[in-house]
Structure formats: C-alpha cells, structure tokens
C-alpha cells in the first residue's frame, strides 16, 4: 500500500470526500494513525486525549484487545450472511440485549446506526398503535435521515424541511435556562405540563410516541429533574402512547448505568441505541422493544428491512463490547470517576467567571460558558473555535457546541478513564478558560 504522508491524507480526503455537518472548505481533520485506551495519535506522532470518545461512542477505549480480536474471528469464520439467515454472534447478541436492557425489553431489530435505528422505531411505533404522530423534543437530535431529522428539534432539521410529517415538538425541561422561565426552587414542573398541554391539542389518539434522549446529549447535556422521565411515563401509559427512549448517545454505561433510564426506573416501550452498542468498533443500531410490541408482529407483517440487519462483524464486536463493559467494570468506573468528575466540576465554576453551568451524570458531563452569567449570552462561535484549536494545541480533542444556543464543552471521556487522566485533561481545560474568562463581565 502507498504510505501516505499527513498532508496528502489531508488533502485527498478533503478532495475527494465529504465531511459532515460542515461546510467544506473549512474542515480541519486530524489524520489519526493510531489508537489506544483514551490516547489517539495523529500520523506525525502527536498524542491526544480523547475527551469526547471520538463522538461519544468509544464508551470502553479504542482498540480495546478482546473486541480487536473478536471482530479478526469474525472475520475469519464468516464476515456477512443473508439477513434472513442467521449467525451464532446474532443470536447471542439477541439474548444479550434482553439481559442488559430493562423491564420486559425483549426483542431487537439490528440496524447500523442511531438514525436508522429511529428511523424503525418509527414504523414499528406507529404499525403497533395505529397512529401516526410522534412528540419529540426540540433540544434534541435524532439522526440525519429523513424519519430522524424531522424528530431532531434542533437547526439541523430546519436546513432539510420538508421531512416526513407527523413529528410535532414540544419544550425541555431544562433546568438552567428554563423555557418557562421558573427557578428550580419555584419550579411547578411547568415541561410536564406543557407536554400534557401540547398532547390534549395534538390529540391523544393520534399520537403513536414520545420520543426522548435519556439524556440529550449533542444538545447541550441535559439532565432531566429526577420525576421528569417516570411522569412521562405515566402520560404515556394514561393515553396508550408508547415510550421510546433514545439512548444512542446516554446508552452503555454513559451515565453511570447501562442505559440513562436506570437512572429513574423507567422502562420505556421502545430503546434506540447504536454507538456504545459496539464502542465504534463496527456499525450497529438497535430497535429493542418489549415483549408485547415483539408478540404484535408475529402474525404481522413487519414492513422493515437492511441488507446488513445482523449484520455478522458488527454482532461480534456488540458481544465482546458488553462483555468488556461487564469484566472490566467499565460502568461501575463510570459511576464512581463521574461522582469526581462532578466535584471538580463544580469547582471549576467557582473558579472560572466564563462557567455558567456545569452538568453532569456519570461521564456524560459538560460545560456551558457564558459571557455573563446574569443574562447568560452565548459566546460568539469565533471564540469557540479558538478554544476548541487552543485545546487541540496542548492536546485535547472533544466535541464542542458553538451557536446561538450555547457554548459547550462536553467532557464524555472512555469509561476506562483513570482519575490521573482526568486531571490532565481538566487542567489543559482550565488554562484554556483564560480565552474565554478575559471576554466575560464580571
Ligand atoms: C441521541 C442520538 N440519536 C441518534 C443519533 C444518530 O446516530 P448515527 O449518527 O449513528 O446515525 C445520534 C448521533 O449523534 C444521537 O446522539
């Protein structure tokens, strides 16, 4: 094979490929030549520290050995078969995800990605209920295809309507900007009441879901008040509308559980998840319903399909995922290091004029700067992309929010993160914050 130096990898990647929610002329690639627990190395050598694992889905590290090795016997055995046929790794896999998964989640429908995995949520949400609307939020993001981004509530939906109909949005319950403008202390819990208000006008009977992230990630790491999800569940049970929760992102020991509804009890009708399913070893989403919803399609037609549904590499490197997930007690890591993560949090607000919010549960955490914590203004996006390049300089990569809704800085490390690690990454942040502190009224 041609070896290529870092500047023609660059430059051929950026001639002959696209890259996402970017406009083109303007992206800025690291070309990474290798990997290892929460370091990746660019191609001339350079190591950074992985605090957004790649996209928030390298839950358990990169090239963790057993997954690497896992998904090479795969390979060996058999790469791919008919989707109507099967694998021994398909239906283990099957099995395993009823096990982890809570309540009477039971049966999946293998898709390759959190979109497509919405976007089958979808049908089968509204093939069961006879309905057509779905309720979603409107921070909240969902997917890039057609189904996902019209339940997707934020900019990036606007760019592509019309989407398919039926998705209709309602409010957040986010606490620090709060869109009934209550104080937690005061607070009524005015979002649930707003959604009971939004449902009664949409119509019950034709809503077929509510649709939520276990956690919204991308769009700004909101953690809901801890009543939010059971109440909405008891709305849905009120009115025969099922419940689905997105855990693409909040799924696989991201919050401390293994999926961000452990974290209230809640069972929803529906999981969507992908990412941490395999840790970004291979591509792979997941439909997990319950039994019940399993029970309607066997006498049923189930109007869905992928050439890759099961898809053989990518069950294999599922089941060693999980399996790393349980033998190196990866979600019990993430549970403790992310109480740490919290109080150090929290310290750096109090350090920091430019922190207006810290957020967090588990490693799924971030933080929000403001450029005046009264009236809680946004940084320009210029100034968010020199805090995004200076922390690249001293050798930190992770995933920041830079628009007119916020200015983010998401620290979601790997699951096998040490508190030392952790450190190094949050001190290269503080010196950072000196961009933004010297732009921020006191
Ligand atoms: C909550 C959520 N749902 C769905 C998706 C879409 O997943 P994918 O990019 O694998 O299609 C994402 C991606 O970031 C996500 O965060």
């Known amino acids: 094979m041609t070896k290529l130096t870092s500047q023609e990898i660059i430059d051929l990647s950026k001639e002959y490929t696209f890259f996402s929610w970017s406009v083109q002329g303007q992206v800025n690639p690291i070309p990474v030549g290798k990997a290892e627990g929460i370091y990746f190395w660019d191609t001339d050598g350079k190591r950074y520290l992985d605090f957004s694992s790649q996209l928030m889905n390298t839950n358990i590290g990169h090239q963790h050995p057993k997954v690497v090795k896992a998904i090479q016997e795969q390979a060996a055995q058999i790469c791919f078969v008919h989707p109507g046929n099967t694998t021994e790794v398909r239906a283990l896999l099957g099995k395993k995800l009823a096990e982890v998964t809570p309540g009477n989640l039971k049966k999946t429908f293998f898709a390759l990605g959190g979109a497509e995995a919405n976007e089958n949520a979808i049908k089968i949400a509204r093939f069961y209920t006879g309905r057509n609307k779905i309720l979603a939020r409107y921070r909240s993001y969902h997917g890039a295809t057609h189904g996902s981004i019209a339940l997707t509530g ?163 490197a599922a089941l060693a995922t999980i399996e790393v997930y349980e033998d190196d007690k990866l979600i019990e890591n993430a549970a403790t290091l992310g109480n740490y993560l919290g109080e150090c949090l929290e310290d750096i607000k109090l350090r920091h004029v430019s922190v207006g919010d810290v957020r967090y549960i588990g490693l799924f955490t971030a933080i929000e700067l403001v450029t005046n914590r009264r009236t809680k203004d946004v940084f320009a996006p210029s100034v968010m992309a020199e805090v995004g390049k200076e922390l690249r300089r001293n050798g930190l990569f992770t995933f920041i929010m830079a628009n007119n809704m916020g200015s983010i800085i998401f620290i979601v490390p790997p699951l096998c993160i040490t508190k030392e690690q952790l450190d190094e990454g949050l001190a290269i942040i503080e010196n950072t914050l000196e961009i933004t502190d010297g732009q921020s009224q006191r």
């Open 154 to 316: 934020d900019y990036r939906r606007l760019a592509v309507e019309p989407t398919m109909p039926g998705g209709v949005h309602f409010l957040d319950p986010f606490c620090y900007r709060c869109p009934f403008g209550q104080k937690i202390e005061s607070c009524k819990r005015e979002c649930i009441a707003h959604l009971e208000e939004v449902i009664k006008y949409e119509g019950p009977d034709k809503i077929a879901a509510i649709i939520m992230e276990g956690v919204v990630g991308s769009n700004g790491l909101i953690v809901p008040p801890d009543d939010y999800w059971p109440r909405v569940r008891e709305i849905c049970d009120k009115h025969g509308i099922l419940l689905i929760s997105d855990e693409v992102m909040s799924g696989w020991g991201r919050t401390g559980k293994w999926f961000a509804v452990d974290n209230w009890g809640v069972t929803p009708d529906i999981i969507t998840t992908a990412k941490g399913i395999t840790s970004g070893y291979a591509p792979l989403g997941a439909v997990i319903v319950t039994d019940k919803i399993a029970q309607f399609f066997d006498d049923k037609y189930l109007y869905a399909g992928l050439t890759y549904n099961g898809h053989a590499l990518s069950c294999a």
